[in-house]
Each structure stands twice: as C-alpha cells, then as structure tokens.
C-alpha cells in the first residue's frame, strides 16, 4: 500500500513553493501538499495559533479518510507537524529547520509587516534568503507579494505564541530533524537539544541557513529518502 505524505509550507508562502516535494516524492507516496490558512492560495478562516492550523491539517485529514500520514514540514509548517503528531497516529515525522521557539524583535517584524509596504519586504527578504538562486528569489518574491498583510500577521501572531518544548515528550513517532548551521531561526543548539529529548535523527548541513531545504534541496531528498526508507 502506497503512504500518504503530507507536506505543510513555511510562513508566507504557499503549496506552490513546495511543488520540488512532488518531482522528488510523487512516484513512491501518495503525496498531499497543502495550502496552511496563512497561504496566499488559502480560503479559510485566519489561523492565530499553531492549534488553529493543526486543526485545520485534522479536519482535511479525516476528510481524505488518511490514517499514519508521514508528515514533513518546513518552519512554522514544521510547528503544525510537532502539534499534530501529538494528537494523531503518524507514520514517520520530518522537521525541517523548525521553530521551536521564536527568536528575534517582534517590534522589528510587526513594522515590516504593518509599515514598509508588502512589496518593499517581500524583495528584501527574497534577496537576502536567495543571493545565489535566481528562479527561487523570483519565486519566493512572488508567492509572498501576492499574500495578505494580515495573514503574514495572524501566521507572526501564531509563530510567537507557539512554544513546542512542551511537546517534545508526547511525540511517539520516528523523527527526522533537519537545519542549517547558519540559521539564527531554528539554531543549532536548539535542534541538538530537540534531537536528544526526541531520540530523533539530527541532520546537519554546515554551509546552509533557514532556507536549507531549498539550497540544499538533492541533499535533503537523499536524506528524507533514507529516513523514509528504513521507517
């Protein structure tokens, strides 16, 4: 029987910033990649917490009829895979450069959120995320301009709230946790730490930042496919 992959996105972006997952995972799983309440793309309610979009992940899961998914996600995408391993029979979990706990200014995040306007923003996150790969900066420009401010605020508002070292003793499931030596979001002490409480697999690329699953994309599909492969 083919598995049932579920892969959720990261802040401001959408299903359509994840579609490398189809080319690499399509031919082996039954994949399942969506679009969070705080996506562009979505139209459901405005999620202020990591548990509104948990539920939402629950309710399309029962809907779909999907028992012990494999569930990737990507940042704030990964703290909605910590919460829902938590209340569901998942197969395998991998957490790619999650944000167990916010670090950074919240008044520095809010004025670009609510001051500079969203386009102004959008191109200097793109350029500073994206130097070296063209297609992706486009991309990632276009995805998060097109999005709402107050969707990057409800997602922020659910990002700063969310505290998942509370969790870290309830997950059950086999775990991959995946980060970047650079990222100052998802930080390595945090990630070693996280591994050990977790018992869970710690991959570690030393010349990539938060946006590891992107530049680093042929090295973390061998490393998810390996994972997946012996669970």
């Not at 992959?5 to 579609?19: I, K, R, T």
């Not at 500079?116 to 063209?134: H, I, S, W």
């Not at 591994?195 to 090295?219: C, I, R, Y």
Request: charged share 20%.
């Amino acid at each position: 029987m083919v598995s049932d992959l579920v892969v959720l996105h990261g802040f401001g972006v959408s299903s359509e910033w994840m579609s490398r997952y189809f080319d690499a995972f399509s031919a082996d799983y039954h994949l399942h990649i969506l679009d969070l309440p705080y996506s562009p793309k979505s139209k459901s309610n405005l999620a202020f917490s990591v548990e509104d979009c948990t539920r939402f992940v629950t309710e399309y899961l029962k809907a779909q009829s999907i028992e012990h998914p494999i569930i990737i996600g990507e940042s704030l995408g990964a703290c909605v895979a910590m919460e829902l391993a938590t209340i569901r029979d998942v197969r395998a979990l991998v957490l790619i450069t999650p944000l167990i706990k916010f670090r950074g200014s919240v008044l520095k995040n809010l004025f670009s959120i609510f001051v500079l306007p969203l386009r102004l923003t959008a191109t200097n996150l793109a350029q500073k995320m994206f130097p070296n790969e063209d297609h992706y900066r486009k991309l990632f420009l276009r995805i998060l301009s097109s999005n709402s401010k107050l969707k990057l605020l409800s997602s922020f508002i659910a990002l700063i709230r969310f505290n998942g070292w509370r969790l870290l003793t309830k997950i059950k499931a086999p775990t991959l946790i995946v980060g970047g030596s650079y990222d100052k979001t998802a930080q390595f002490e945090d990630l070693r730490r996280m591994s050990k409480e977790m018992n869970a697999k710690l991959f570690l690329n030393k010349d990539s930042g938060h946006q590891v699953a992107v530049t680093k994309w042929p090295e973390i599909t061998r490393e998810i496919s390996n994972f997946l492969h012996i669970h």
